[in-house]
């Protein structure tokens, strides 16, 4: 057999091998496929424990080059960031870790969920980790605990970026603030139906996630759905009573400010309170996109997160 024959032996061997994991062990499959992004994307596993906390990250990049923190949104985790990761970590130290109560992170119902007790324990995972300054972004909730963050230490931070951030009002209402008012938390799993309409909830080209992956992601999820509950009440009550924008002018951190103009989980008027409030800022609309740029077009929305990090 030719070298040909042999490669194309092997490439059937690697499918048949990998449809019978999809339906025998999709699990296996889906932890072996992470596995693979992270290496694509530069970055490793590893866990520390700050005040009895656990903390899963991933960080990558040069162990010298100035840190990139990238936090995520609520009902996601550090993964979600993999393809955003890989075009920064060849020059930057990329840490991404799971903010407590989700992903691998500590889920305890004894923990305070607001996003100053989340924002100070972020502070207390950099402290750990040796971290004395950073560049940060945040996605949704993640936006809104950086925001806090940059207000309540900002020597921490060199620089802020915003993706669809929670924490302020505006003059518009979304979807979610709607459903919230009703008494709905739309933004937690309870079944495998529930990955597809979170997808199209959160994009406007939502991603396809094949059927036996989504059983996976609701096996991950379900399970702390009275849990995450708790934390998206504790999250709506800050978004809704104790929004940031009579603090703006405090920010004093060169901010980037991104948004995805088919938003629905957070109203793109946002963009305007946040660039009117923060004395150093910069703001840029895609208007393809909805709540998670990052994961929806992460080179396009890296491309304008790298120029801003250039120009600073």
Not at 22 to 48: G, H, N, Q
Not at 116 to 134: E, I, N, P, W
Not at 263 to 292: K, T, W
Request: glycine fraction near 8%.
């Amino acid at each position: 057999m030719n070298i040909l024959g042999i490669f194309a032996t092997l490439l059937l061997i690697v499918v048949a091998a990998t449809a019978v994991l999809y339906v025998a062990r999709p699990a296996m499959l889906f932890r072996w496929l992470t596995a693979a992004l992270r290496r694509f994307a530069r970055v490793r596993r590893k866990t520390i424990e700050v005040d009895g906390i656990a903390w899963p990250y991933l960080e990558g990049g040069p162990p010298e080059g100035e840190v990139l923190l990238l936090v995520h949104g609520f009902g996601a985790e550090k993964d979600h960031w993999l393809a955003y990761a890989r075009q920064f970590s060849k020059k930057y130290r990329v840490v991404i870790p799971d903010v407590p109560g989700f992903g691998e992170a500590t889920k305890s119902a004894d923990l305070d969920y607001g996003m100053a007790a989340q924002a100070q324990r972020l502070d207390g995972f950099l402290q750990a980790l040796g971290v004395s300054r950073c560049h940060a972004a945040g996605n949704s909730m993640g936006g809104y605990i950086l925001l806090k963050l940059a207000l309540d230490n900002p020597a921490r931070l060199e620089s802020l970026t915003l993706l669809n951030n929670a924490g302020v009002s505006s003059s518009g209402q979304s979807e979610l603030e709607e459903a919230v008012a009703r008494g709905e938390s739309p933004l937690v799993m309870r079944s495998p139906a529930d990955v597809d309409r979170l997808l199209a909830f959160a994009m406007a080209k939502p991603l396809h996630v094949p059927a036996r992956f989504k059983q996976v992601i609701c096996d991950q999820n379900a399970p702390h759905a009275d849990f995450r509950d708790d934390v998206f009440a504790a999250l709506s009550r800050d978004h809704g009573q104790r929004p940031l924008n009579s603090r703006l002018p405090e920010v004093r951190v060169p901010t980037l400010v991104i948004w995805g103009r088919h938003d629905r989980l957070i109203d793109v008027s946002c963009v305007d309170a946040l660039q009117s409030g923060i004395p150093d800022c910069e703001s840029f609309v895609f208007e393809d996109l909805g709540h998670m740029p990052m994961v929806e077009a992460p080179v396009r929305t890296a491309r304008r997160h790298i120029a801003f990090l250039d120009r600073e």
